[in-house]
Nanobody, 123 residues
């Protein structure tokens, strides 16, 4: 129902930073909670963090807490993932996802997905 396009991935040295963007096509972007996931080769897709429909609530997995920040710009229909102090363990394909929510919370289940953008952190 909503199309998502990620961008901003690339190759970065350990300790560096990247900002990923996810542009959404939905007319009702403000109704969607947005999440970021990542998947390394041979591993399951992992929840990284999410932001509620209003942007007032965020949640992060422990491995990225304090290093990654999710934000959203309703005027641009875009959600961002700012990644600082990157580690080689962060190397993965990063996906954004959307879920319709009726409350201002961060959901754990999403059913709309982008195509992903590769993030590679070298040591």
């Amino acid at each position: 129902q909503v199309q998502l396009v990620e961008s901003g991935g690339g190759l970065v040295q350990a300790g560096g930073s990247l900002r990923l963007s996810c542009a959404a096509s939905a007319r009702t972007f403000s109704r969607y909670s947005m999440g970021w996931f990542r998947q390394a080769p041979g591993k399951e897709r992992e929840f990284v963090g999410g932001i509620s429909s209003s942007g007032s609530n965020t949640y992060y997995t422990d491995s990225v807490k304090g290093r990654f920040t999710i934000s959203r710009d309703h005027a641009k229909n875009t959600v961002y993932l700012q990644m600082n102090s990157l580690k080689p363990e962060d190397t993965a394909v990063y996906y954004c996802a959307a879920a319709v929510t009726y409350y201002d919370v961060v959901p754990q289940v999403y059913d709309n997905w982008g195509q992903g953008t590769q993030v590679t952190v070298s040591s």
